[in-house]
């Protein structure tokens, strides 16, 4: 069974940047899409990029395209989500999630097509 753990949260002004590592275990990371979600307080929790099984196809939501780039390491069992000129309102727990993929271009922004959650990381940013 494939569980994730995300790091590399903390506290960062605004402007400067983060790199979250997403690291999987109990399972081949390859057989599986990933995403990149954050919640915000008070807030729903919001997909904000996702990327396929063989890396083909990613996908950003408009509030970080251009600033954010998602990336993974299959032979690592890992993924990352870079974040550049990060702002105040992009504060929040950022979660890694990932669902079997049966394609290798599947990829999607939805909370519930994800079926397997990591713990969650605090990103704030704050001058």
């Known amino acids: 069974q494939l569980q994730l753990v995300e790091s590399g949260g903390g506290l960062v002004q605004p402007g400067g940047s983060l790199r979250l590592p997403c690291s999987a275990s109990g399972t081949r990371l390859g057989d599986y899409a990933m995403g990149w979600f954050r919640q915000a307080p008070g807030k729903e929790r919001e997909g904000i990029s996702s990327?396929?099984?063989?890396?083909?196809?990613?996908i950003y939501a408009d509030a970080v395209k251009g600033r954010f780039t998602i990336s993974r390491d299959n032979a690592n069992n890992a993924g990352y989500l870079q974040m550049d000129n990060l702002k105040p309102e992009d504060t929040g727990i950022y979660y890694c999630a990932a669902k079997y993929a049966y394609t290798s271009l599947s990829a999607d922004l939805a909370r519930n097509w994800y079926n397997t959650w990591g713990q969650g990381t605090q990103v704030t940013v704050s001058s």
């Open positions: 990327i396929s099984r063989s890396g083909g196809a990613i």
